[in-house]
């Protein structure tokens, strides 16, 4: 088995984008292109995975053909991946086993989502649908929903307070004000925070991410051919995923999310790391309550601690799902665009100094899918 | 690399199928299983992908994490992959290169579509939507229409007569009444075909194939294990796969899908086979002269003779997509179930003697996307 290496992501601004699809992806095709130290043709390369889940209801089918074609990527074996809001997380877990098989040298890992302007039907319809249908969606709990009753259950069983949920908006949202690709980038108070509306008791509206328009894209290279891009390749030394119940109820505890404890522990042992050695981790803080459960079943706090965890590790420099947007089939390869510019040291005013270990934990749903990516700058 | 074997493979009949979206994915895995020559457990697949276009509006987030769940795979990471008719192709495409990248020793792959009972937005709908968007089916141009155009041309150019096409459908009919999972299973004469009436010209409804509901189901293994399940593992020995641009005008020709013929180069390179070399082809005959096309671009006959081709290829001995029906993301995993049971000398009053390499050619669209199999009995 061969290695994989991201040696160029990019991504252009999460948010309310009015271009089309096709424009919005090119951006972020083109923003990796140059992103590639040494350069990249963009005839170099050879497959893409793309993740999406709905596409905004304009190219329901081919999506992927459709996007490769029009980011001047014409004939390219290209698919869509769709697993919820974890999609470009899995497809570039794919195109790193199609590198890792030796079959392809340079693959382009692509996730997209168009949220805003588009039809009510394609529009906040599609988020219900990746959680469970027939006990949650068709009673009336929404993503909120479900994840209020984490967090009220959390709260129960470890003291966790309304206000180490707004700390985790707050730190979000001032990381955002750092990067010039999130979709908010001015900070907020813990008084702020406390004060906005509630959408699902406990969470206020500062507790939940905004779905949004945006499109990421990541370049993995072989190891054969890895340096004539870089010097630097951001090594993918670790890949694991895990599905769960999509209902709640069939699942043993609120207060963990199984799927990623799994997908974790399978990243971390193929990679040889534990959470200790991780420096810089992007989660999928889609609620405040979220991030709180991330960074407990990742293992950098103990059960129950998540609500007070400060660090070492390093969480969302990015600005998070909560800050920099959630562009569903787009946030994993957004992810990975942070992992790759923290490791390569081209974070600007968010970089964590001697990032050598990173992560990206990308989930589906209420914890249906889940897929965690460590990363080691080589 | 490592090889991959199909081991088991099976589906539930295709057709109008009033059962529950999980029901039938369910049956199409439990005779998978029950195919595996010395028994599988479910708990032996460590891995899914599973391809689907719409899933018949029911789930349309998180679908393979539901289905693998429901089929009594629970926690099994799964995937969706997406590329309209040719999903469950490229689902087994992706399968197979994490198993020859050693990450995995067991794989499913499975293929879901209903097309039915579902509303009128999910129904036909989504058909139109995976070819071309803005030129095409803003415009009205079906699917009917768009091969209707690449029959008259290839009428124009080659001489192929209506009679021709007609044979295609009196031939995949005759295969189809041999097959107790097809959704036809009566012989049709070539008069009946011709007296058909016209859908899109030159085009009758007896050139059409039925868009369906069913499901399919394949399991892969390494060639670690693969003798663990079977003494006549069938190896999947080439895999191509190709896109091309969506809409039919920016193609130079309409009477060859480029797609094909690149993804059939690729598959032949890497099981280092000739055309010549192949005794069954299961290939993708939406329409009749779709059959015509593959079996030119596949390389069986010359370009302009596809439509006087009677062997030695014995193509769609499973009845094809024209008279298996053909549930969209479950036809390209249906295909592999009839390489299956060839090579493996199961396919009862279908079988054709002696048959040692197999092919499967499944399209996306109108050719937009292209994935290529060649398997060989171990």
Redesign the interface.
């Known amino acids: 088995?061969t290695r994989a290496a991201i040696v160029g992501a990019g991504m252009g601004a999460f948010g309310v984008r009015p271009e089309s699809p096709k424009r919005l992806f090119a951006e972020a095709v083109a923003e990796a292109l140059a992103s590639v130290e040494k350069g990249m043709d963009a005839r170099d390369v050879q497959?893409a995975w793309v993740g999406s889940?709905?596409f905004g209801g304009?190219?329901?089918?081919?999506?992927?053909?459709?996007l490769?074609?029009q980011a001047g990527l014409?004939?390219?074996?290209?698919?869509?991946?769709?697993?919820?809001?974890a999609?470009s997380g899995?497809a570039l877990?794919?195109a790193a086993?199609?590198i890792?098989?030796?079959?392809v040298d340079v693959a382009l890992v692509g996730g997209f989502e168009k949220m805003n302007d588009v039809s009510g039907?394609h529009k906040r319809y599609?988020?219900g649908?990746?959680?469970d249908?027939a006990w949650e969606r068709m009673a009336g709990a929404t993503f909120p929903g479900v994840y209020a009753m984490m967090a009220a259950r959390h709260m129960h069983e470890f003291g966790t307070t309304r206000e180490d949920l707004a700390a985790v908006a707050v730190k979000n949202h001032a990381n955002g004000a750092k990067n010039p690709k999130a979709q908010f980038q001015k900070p907020i108070t813990l008084e702020k925070a406390l004060a906005s509306p509630v959408v699902a008791s406990p969470l206020t509206m500062l507790d939940c991410c905004s779905t949004t328009d945006g499109a990421a894209a990541v370049l993995l290279a072989s190891e054969r051919v890895a340096r004539r891009y870089t010097d630097t390749p951001v090594w993918v030394e670790g890949?694991g995923?895990?599905?769960?119940?999509?209902a709640v109820h069939d699942r043993p505890t609120l207060t963990t999310l199984?799927?990623t404890r799994?997908?974790a522990r399978e990243a971390y042992d193929e990679a040889r790391v534990q959470p200790r050695d991780v420096q810089v981790a992007e989660v999928h803080d889609c609620f405040t309550i979220a991030e709180v459960l991330a960074v407990e079943d990742l293992g950098f706090a103990e059960k129950g601690q998540g609500g007070r965890y400060r660090g070492p590790v390093r969480v969302n420099t990015s600005g998070g799902l909560k800050a920099k947007g959630h562009p569903l089939g787009a946030t994993g390869a957004g992810q990975a665009v942070e992992a790759f510019e923290q490791l390569q040291g081209h974070a600007g005013a968010r970089q964590v100094q001697g990032a050598e270990v990173a992560l990206t934990h990308n989930v589906?749903?209420s914890g249906?899918?889940c897929?965690v990516h460590v990363y080691r700058r080589g």
């Open positions: 088995m497959e889940t709905a304009w190219q329901l089918g081919n999506t992927a053909a459709y490769v074609e014409p004939g390219v074996p290209a698919r869509r991946v769709e697993n919820a809001c999609s899995f877990r794919d086993q199609a890792r098989s030796g079959k039907l599609w988020l649908v990746s959680g249908t890949s995923a895990a599905t769960d119940f999509l199984e799927a799994r997908a589906g749903g249906a899918t897929v």
